[in-house]
T-cell receptor
Framework: DTGVSQDPRHKITKRGQNVTFRCDPI?????LYWYRQTLGQGPEFLTY????????KSRLLSDRFSAERPKGSFSTLEIQRTEQGDSAMYLC??????????????FGDGTRLSIL | LAKTTQPISMDSYEGQEVNITCSHN???????ITWYQQFPSQGPRFIIQ???TKVTNEVASLFIPADRKSSTLSLPRVSLSDTAVYYC????????????FGTGTSLTVIP
């Protein structure tokens, strides 16, 4: 168990550029979540995947945001035409969901995005 | 979507027991209660999870009354390294519903 890994840890970019983050969940975890966290606030849900299927998206996930989990393993979160308000920590979490368990989410250490 | 309410901040002296209470009045039948700890520039770390009564592990205890409308995280004999933000989370992983973190409780341990 190597934990949830996120890459890069920090990203600085100019307004209007596109950025992509990657999340590698704990192996064999079938559910993967993306959250956004701004300073002084708790993480806010963005979207989640069950295997490769994206099952729910928050209203926070505008049409500039897209997430994929093509093979049910790693996931990417892309932000197009970045804006100042996109500056935040983007967190990924994974868990294993079975038929009768309620396992907690395990988080990565996030990607901190700064928009210049 | 079960929302939670916690005190914004708490202070405690080193070596004291700290109890952080979370209110979740609209908790659903299948919801579990999970507590996380977060240090700056890190992701939240799982502390403890429960459904009812009391749960204890090597780092904390979780007390849940019969009506389940609140829960209390108990940290025994805190140290300076326990200074962090603590979040309670209520939800049913099996249904995959969204999870609401709230603003958490910022605990400061004083020497």
């Amino acid at each position: 168990d190597t934990g949830v890994s996120q890459d890069p840890r920090h990203k600085i970019t100019k307004r209007g550029q596109n950025v992509t983050f990657r999340c590698d969940p704990i192996s064999e975890h079938n559910r993967l979540y993306w959250y956004r966290q701004t300073l002084g606030q708790g993480p806010e849900f963005l979207t989640y995947f069950q295997n490769e299927a994206q099952l729910e998206k928050s209203r926070l996930l505008s049409d500039r945001f897209s997430a994929e989990r093509p093979k049910g393993s790693f996931s990417t979160l892309e932000i197009q035409r970045t804006e100042q308000g996109d500056s935040a920590m983007y967190l990924c979490a994974s868990t294993s969901v079975g038929t009768a368990n309620n396992q907690p989410q395990h988080f990565g250490d996030g990607t901190r995005l700064s928009i210049l | 979507l079960a929302k939670t309410t916690q005190p914004i901040s708490m202070d405690s002296y080193e070596g004291q027991e700290v109890n952080i209470t979370c209110s979740h009045n609209n908790i659903a039948t299948n919801d579990y209660i999970t507590w996380y700890q977060q240090f700056p520039s890190q992701g939240p770390r799982f502390i403890i999870q429960g459904y009812k009564t009391k749960v204890t592990n090597e780092v904390a205890s979780l007390f849940i009354p019969a009506d389940r409308k609140s829960s209390t995280l108990s940290l025994p004999r805190v140290s300076l390294s326990d200074t962090a933000v603590y979040y309670c989370l209520v939800g049913d992983m099996l249904s995959g519903n969204q999870f609401y973190f709230g603003t958490g409780t910022s605990l400061t341990v004083i020497p």
